[in-house]
């Protein structure tokens, strides 16, 4: 599939991770299913999710794909009174990817990025790797090397 810019963010700094293809014949798969095709554990499989607050800075916020965002948390965690998500028309022209193959490393910008706590418990975890059918496979604490990424609870309880 060739080399994203993730990827070579990754190899650049000498992070260890492996990649995964998977097909996608519509052009985009819901991280629930993303994760069937992989063969990973939906806990282990995360998503992208860019939210933007008052300051108007996009932030990212990886969690788990079966799991829901709170912006209440994510809100705490940013120092933002309200965060929403950032209207997926923006996608593109803030972070480079394209939806459905948004990963948190490489974007055009080092945003403020946020772990979701979950993925301290998980050896490995599996984002995305910056195109719709590729994944990448990394510990969480180089993710949070990578991308200066805090940890906190940001899902739904």
């Known amino acids: ?23 996608a014949p519509e052009g985009f798969l819901d991280g629930v299913s993303v994760a069937r095709s992989t063969g990973f554990p939906l806990e282990q499989v995360f998503k992208t999710l860019l939210v933007r607050g008052g300051s108007g800075e996009p932030c990212v916020c990886i969690i788990p794909v079966a799991e829901e965002l709170d912006l209440k948390k994510a809100a705490r965690h940013f120092g933002e009174k309200k965060l929403e998500m950032l209207p997926s028309r923006e996608l593109t022209a803030v972070t480079g990817y394209i939806k459905g193959g948004c990963s948190p ?53």
């Open 1 to 23: 599939m060739g080399k994203t810019n993730a990827v070579r963010l990754l190899d650049a700094q000498k992070i260890a991770h492996k990649t995964y293809e998977y097909s």
């Open 105 to 157: 490393v490489g974007m055009k910008k080092l945003f403020r990025t946020a772990l979701d706590e979950s993925a301290l418990g998980q050896k490995t975890i599996v984002v995305s790797a910056g195109k719709v059918g590729l994944q990448m496979e990394l510990a969480p604490e180089d993710l949070c090397r990578v991308t200066k990424a805090g940890v906190c609870p940001l899902t739904l309880d």
